[in-house]
Antibody
């Protein structure tokens, strides 16, 4: 069965970076892509961007494109999402979700990773 | 960027009643790329409907999606206790991706 297992919770200081991982299993990794979505406490879902595990193509949300990098490692079937120059506004639960193979529809989701930014 | 506006913000109904949730887009959305998700507290979103009207695998037939252009609807024909949650619409056209702000479906 398809499973996406994310890395554990993180606490970071303002100005630092965080890298969240998402390990996939149960399907052919390179036939799909990953969408990253975040959710601030008590708020709705915010689309952050996507990456194709097939060719590495990425697309980022306009408000994050200068601070976010998404990558994949096909040898370990793992997707990564890094956010730099963190502020308190980046405190949120970060989700990875699989999409594809024909359209960028997020179907299976990871369990979420809480990132807290605090001095 | 296409803005999705969901209404109402909160919907209070009783088990057994019918729920109608709306998602309106600021410009026309390709129906192929409109989805609905359910999220319960402390859980990841769950895909309910994609392509505006196709139910995802394992989703009960009391959930149905409809609409086109700028107006989309998620209908739950007869509410079960486990249906009380927050619902989000999502458009995922290759060039634009946004979520609605959500509708909270609460028990009356």
């Amino acid at each position: 069965q398809v499973q996406l297992v994310q890395s554990g919770a993180e606490v970071k200081k303002p100005g630092a970076s965080v890298k969240v991982s998402c390990k996939a299993s149960g399907y052919t990794f390179t036939s799909y892509g990953f969408t990253w979505v975040r959710q601030a406490p008590g708020q709705g879902l915010e689309w952050m961007g996507y990456i194709s595990a097939y060719n590495g193509n990425t697309m980022y949300a306009h408000n994050l494109r200068d601070r976010v990098t998404m990558t994949t490692d096909t040898s370990t079937s793992t997707a990564y999402m890094e956010v730099r120059s963190l502020t308190s506004d980046d405190t949120a639960v970060y989700y990875c979700a699989r999409w594809g193979p024909l359209e960028p529809l997020p179907d299976y989701w990871g369990q979420g990773t809480l990132v807290t930014v605090s001095a | 960027e296409i803005v999705l506006t969901q209404s109402p913000g909160t919907l209070s109904l009783s088990p057994g009643e019918r729920a109608t949730l709306s998602c309106r887009a600021s410009q026309s959305v390709t129906s192929t790329y409109l989805a609905w998700y359910q999220q319960k507290p402390g859980q990841a979103p769950r895909l309910l409907v994609y392509g505006a009207s196709s139910r995802a695998t394992g989703i009960p037939d009391r959930f149905s999606g409809s609409g086109s252009g700028t107006d989309f609807t998620l209908t739950i024909s007869r509410l079960e206790p486990e249906d009380f949650a927050v619902y989000y619409c999502h458009q995922y056209d290759w060039s634009s991706f946004t979520f609605g702000q959500g509708t909270k479906l609460e028990i009356k």
